[in-house]
């Protein structure tokens, strides 16, 4: 195929996606206006499975499917990081050396760190009562960690980030979403059905039915999932040798 086939390919295509793009505009609600049936519909449902949040109840209950699938893409993304970045056979790290870190700097990293953790366990915890969820807080509780690296060293955030157990943990976090939803099945409902568990009462951490547990999955998920990224690119600027040197 040659180049000027392929580019007429592009732009017919793209021609026909911006016509259908634009069809769909058109067709929108006006800005501000008063028809919103997807919303009500979304917090009519939120509300009848006592999930204060709308949008975890979207992400978690209503179409629980799709965050499925992005927590897939995660889930392989940071898997064909981990076989990239690998350290081959001919390869050695060079043990790293703490560098001089400035006291306002090590004082306030130390100082922010656990108050940080505790905001994106908090995040997580009370995904289905107010802002933020799994993916907020996942990625909030995983940058804490590294707070460490800015406050003290490489050599202490490894003591802190066995990358054995964050592999265990991202596996299960994200086999345990899969399991609640064949529970489901298996309750004769059907996949991630919210309809395991009772609903609670409005407005507690109990509330919501199965949305806690599938929210939590996702933030250990990605907790994990972001840590194993970060290690996987921090190594790659500690030096690396070859066996010949190099």
């Not at 017919?12 to 800005?31: I, K, Q, R, W």
């Not at 100082?111 to 969820?133: E, R």
């Not at 609903?199 to 907790?223: D, I, R």
Request: net charge neutral; proline share 4%.
């Amino acid at each position: 195929m040659s180049r000027r086939v392929r580019l007429w390919l592009v732009l017919t295509g793209g021609a026909g996606l911006a016509v259908l793009l634009v069809a769909a505009c058109l067709d929108l609600p006006s800005f501000g206006g008063d028809r919103h049936p997807y919303g009500d519909r979304a917090v009519r449902a939120s509300i009848a499975r006592h999930t204060a949040n709308v949008v975890s109840s979207v992400n978690f209950d209503q179409r629980a499917f799709d965050t499925l699938g992005e927590m897939t893409i995660l889930f392989g993304a940071v898997l064909g990081c981990v076989m990239l970045l690998r350290q081959t056979r001919d390869e050695h790290r060079a043990r790293p050396e703490p560098a001089e870190v400035a006291p306002p700097v090590r004082r306030y990293a130390l100082l922010v760190l656990p108050v940080a953790l505790v905001t994106g366990i908090y995040v997580v915890a009370h995904g289905q009562l107010s802002p933020g969820g799994g993916f907020q807080g996942g990625v909030v509780a995983a940058t804490a960690l590294h707070l460490l690296y800015l406050g003290a060293d490489y050599r202490a955030l490894e003591r802190i980030r066995p990358l054995g157990v964050y592999e265990v943990g991202d596996a299960l976090a994200a086999s345990s979403y899969v399991v609640l939803g064949l529970a489901g099945l298996l309750g004769s409902t059907a996949f991630l059905a919210n309809s395991l568990l009772p609903y609670g009462t409005f407005n507690t951490l109990s509330s919501g039915g199965t949305v806690p547990l599938l929210n939590a999955a996702v933030g250990m998920e990605v907790a994990c999932a972001v840590v194993l990224l970060l290690a996987r690119f921090l190594d790659q600027a500690v030096e690396i040798e070859k066996e010949n040197g190099e």
